[in-house]
């Protein structure tokens, strides 16, 4: 019996030193949240970017080594600007008529951004340039021509605007600093913007042709500077110039399902790196921004699509690193653009639009 008992407890032991085994193995390799780890529910999806990626899934990046880059779209982030902007007459708000149909609506024009984080959007209807400071506060406005098409904001704090060919520099202050006209030679004006303390304007050479919509020859002009200097004769350059260095970039539609962005040297030779995109439908690809680390901003309007997308293209290496869907106008099936202001480019690489509502002037940050 004494044999028995001591059998029976060593094998008691043994099955009490299994399950503790097992029991220490057991909280070892469990996954488990720390104690003071909170779970956070997933951001509900928002429909209008889900269903651009639908829209857009046929446009792919074809490398020199054949690889496609990938690309993931953005949700909007908080703003520091004022997120709505009212409609009427008062400091702070923004002016809105409505005409018979909705081509003969005028509304709020271009948008920039100022070296301090500012916001500066040309009010047509009240015919000013509304200024709003980088914690949202309305600042003092400046009388302008409702006419005005775009307004130019340099790094030192002074900003320009232009109507048609006419360009007004303004100081810090507000002050006019100079005034003076783009020569009719350099093309159709299709955009002016800073590079620097340099004013660049786009203009198209040749009206594009009815068999290829999509495809026009495009220049860039260095034509002034921020203290309202001008450049005479303009310069014509080869393409975006690039921050600290001699090298350009350019998008151009080669076909009407396909456009190419190349970037060359500051001595116009053979282009340093070309980056293929193509679709299945016509698309208008347009540059609105490169930063300083070399991350291209290229708008595509694709035909048959209301909603635009910005391609962020790393020029390093032809990596599509975002996609940042742009959202269409509420009150219209129009691109934001139509309505309000091209979308912009920050520094931090944020994009901001503008949206008509029925109440205001609607503004995102797209990242």
Sequence with gaps: MQHLSTKSAVRAVASFSVIAAAIVLFFMFRTERPPNEKRIAAPPPQSLVEEQSAVHDDVALVSDAGSRPRAELKRPAPLSVPRTISWGAASGQLGRTYGA???????????????????????????????????????????????????????????????????????????????????????????????????IAVASASPPRRDAPNQASINYWKVGRSDGSAIIPPLKLPGWPLADEPAFVTVSATSKTAYRISVGDGEGGAPRAQYDFVASRTVYPTLIGVLQDQIAYVLINVQGANDPVVECVDLRNGEVQRRIAIPGDPDRSEAPEIGGSPPVVRSDGAIIISLFTKTGLELRELR
């Design 101 to 199: 149909t909705p081509e003969q609506n005028v509304g709020p024009g271009a948008i920039a951004l100022d070296p301090a984080g500012g916001i500066l959007i040309i009010d047509k209807v009240n015919g000013r340039i509304a200024r709003w400071g980088a914690d949202g506060s309305p600042r003092a406005s400046l009388a302008i021509d409702p006419a005005v098409d775009e307004i130019v904001t340099f790094r030192d704090g002074r900003f320009a605007t232009r109507n048609s060919a006419r360009l007004i520099f303004y100081s810090v202050d507000g002050s006019t600093a100079a005034e003076w006209s783009l020569p009719s030679s350099l093309g159709a004006l299709r955009q002016v913007f800073a590079a620097g303390d340099d004013l």
